[in-house]
């Protein structure tokens, strides 16, 4: 663990967007003044494991001027916030999305109702939220909020926007990425039966279904992409390696994110930068914000409905070029930095 800072970030896991997080915070940041801590580590804990860890950072949570929740945790581990709930109004609780809409995710039983005890309980007492609007929304709907807000972007693995991009689609087949991971939220099923109507048109649709959701419902959506499109339809089902993975992304001409909260923005922060056209749900998703205040081109999934497939399937290039340009502005390393600066 790093000498104690100023600003105390608390990760519910270790994985790449974390690590990478915190090798960006120490590249642009005075490293000095910042600590990280993991609540869950990457090999397996016991209880009395993860007791003794919290007890350790302790003495961190009482000097540090601010903690950075980075993902509100959905599972035992958030009773390590019940039991140090006096900290949270210097906290500022960073959303990743499914902590925002676990009320809604979540199955009902006893675990889940246990844990939305816990969550309007503390939700009330962090002093401010950082993330998407749409996010806070939900809260607000949801919740007693009365949080502080500020608009922030992660740093995204992967991605220096100093690739080479291709706006012209020059390849007879389209290429369509339906959603993100095997998660429901993606809404597949209804997804496919929206795109149905151009199952004989040259197309290919690349399902992304390796993680994140429970096995009978990823070989729900294999078995019916199959039955709607035949050998059009390329379930993705083991895991890629995140070139390879953009190397897919590359090659995508369409992607449709039909889901009805943030979720998949690591793609498509990719998709825009690489110029392609992109369908999203409006209700809980950062559509309207990134439409309206970003000015990035964007289309809604409701417009499907009544869209031949040439149309379906076009974006002029001026729009892409756009897209991406606006992409390097936004989401490049320096507009992030100049996002965190004013709350470090």
């Known amino acids: 663990m790093a000498s104690r800072g100023k600003n105390l970030h608390i990760f519910a896991f270790n994985n790449i967007y974390c690590t990478f997080f915190q090798k ?23 209880f009395f494991q993860k007791w003794s860890r919290w007890k350790s950072i302790k003495p961190s949570l009482h000097s540090t001027d601010k903690i950075f929740i980075h ?25 990743w999305g499914r902590d ?9 039983g006893l675990n889940k109702w246990v ?14 939220i950082i993330g998407h609007p749409s996010d806070l929304q939900f809260l607000e709907q949801n919740y007693q909020v009365s949080s502080d807000f500020a608009f922030v972007f992660y740093p995204l693995p992967g991605l220096t926007f100093k690739e080479k991009v291709t706006f012209e689609q020059s390849k007879k087949t389209t290429n369509i ?53 035949g050998d059009k339809f390329i379930p993705l089902m083991d895991f890629m390696p995140i070139e390879e993975y953009k190397a897919l992304l590359n ?6 994110m039909n889901q009805e909260r943030q979720q998949g923005l690591g793609n498509i922060r990719t998709l825009l930068f690489q110029g392609k056209k992109i369908y ?12 309206k205040e970003l000015k990035f081109n964007l289309f809604d999934v409701k417009d499907i409905d009544n869209e031949p497939f040439e149309s379906f ?23 992030i930095v100049e996002m965190w600066k004013p709350l470090f």
């Open 71 to 95: 993902f509100l945790p959905t599972s035992s581990d958030l009773f390590f916030y019940f039991l140090n709930s006096y900290y949270l109004s210097k906290s500022y609780w960073s959303l």
């Open 280 to 291: 999203m749900a409006r209700k809980n998703t950062p559509l309207e914000q990134y439409q």
């Open 24 to 46: 960006f915070i120490e590249d642009n940041f005075d490293s000095a003044a910042h600590e990280f801590f993991y609540l869950q580590p990457k090999e397996k804990l016991s």
């Open 177 to 229: 990425l339906l959603g993100n991971s095997a998660d429901p939220s993606n809404r597949h099923l209804i997804t496919l039966d929206l795109l149905e109507k151009y199952k004989e048109e040259d197309l290919k649709i690349y399902c992304p279904i390796s993680y994140g959701g429970p096995a009978d419902y990823v070989k729900e959506v294999a078995d019916y992409g199959k039955k709607l499109f």
């Open 251 to 256: 090659k995508i001409d369409i992607t449709v």
């Open 313 to 335: 399937k076009s974006m002029p290039t001026s729009l892409k070029e756009d897209n991406s340009s606006l992409a390097k502005k936004h989401f490049g390393n320096k507009g």
């Open 115 to 128: 844990i939305e005890t816990l969550r309007k309980s503390l939700i009330p007492k962090i002093g401010t």
């Open 100 to 108: 925002v809409f676990y009320k809604d995710v979540k199955k009902s």
